[in-house]
């Protein structure tokens, strides 16, 4: 075993979560979700926090949440589409576990996502398509790229399990 964490990083709805939950099922770690832990601890949604406080209170809160797992072991922690992008939270990643890009083409990502506000950053298509431009510099600082655009997630289990123990 070649790490006892596992970040997966990557544009919205690149099926982080989902994944995540089946690679902890699969190797019987915990898994947390960055997004769902700060709308918990915030009791409001992530659209919410974004529309009444702004993208700036969020990063910061959603900083503090990402630290706040670096003690933990053994745990597949699945970000937000923006945690990665951000230098500080990246270096943390890097140090404390492995990150995994779960790279999956925008055409895809498109048919996921409804513009319909509950992802803030998805309601402008094009400031969208700009964003998932801008984010790939930075996943591609991650340990492992995984093409997660026509792969089920039990393959990428799979495919995650198998780097892990070679």
Avoid: C
Avoid at 107 to 126: C, N, Q, T, Y
Avoid at 141 to 148: C, E, M, S
């Amino acid at each position: 075993m070649k790490a006892d964490k596992i970040y997966l990083v990557g544009f919205m709805a690149a099926g982080k979560t989902t994944v995540a939950r089946a690679l902890a099922k699969r190797l019987g770690w915990e898994m947390v979700d960055v997004d769902e832990m700060i709308e918990q601890r915030q009791r409001q949604t992530v659209s919410d926090i974004f529309s009444r406080h702004g993208e700036g209170y969020f990063r910061a809160i959603e900083r503090q949440a990402l630290l706040d797992q670096v003690p933990r072991r053994h745990l597949i922690v699945a970000t937000g589409g923006g945690t990665f992008v951000d230098g500080q939270n990246r270096a943390a990643i890097n140090a404390d576990g492995v990150s995994v890009w779960l790279d999956v083409p925008l055409e895809r990502l498109i048919d996921r996502v409804p513009a319909d506000g509950r992802r803030p950053l998805a309601a402008d298509r094009a400031g969208f398509e700009r964003l998932y431009h801008q984010r790939r510099a930075a996943y591609e600082q991650a340990h492992l790229r995984l093409d997660a655009g026509r792969a089920s997630v039990d393959a990428l289990v799979e495919q995650l399990v198998d780097w892990l123990e070679h």
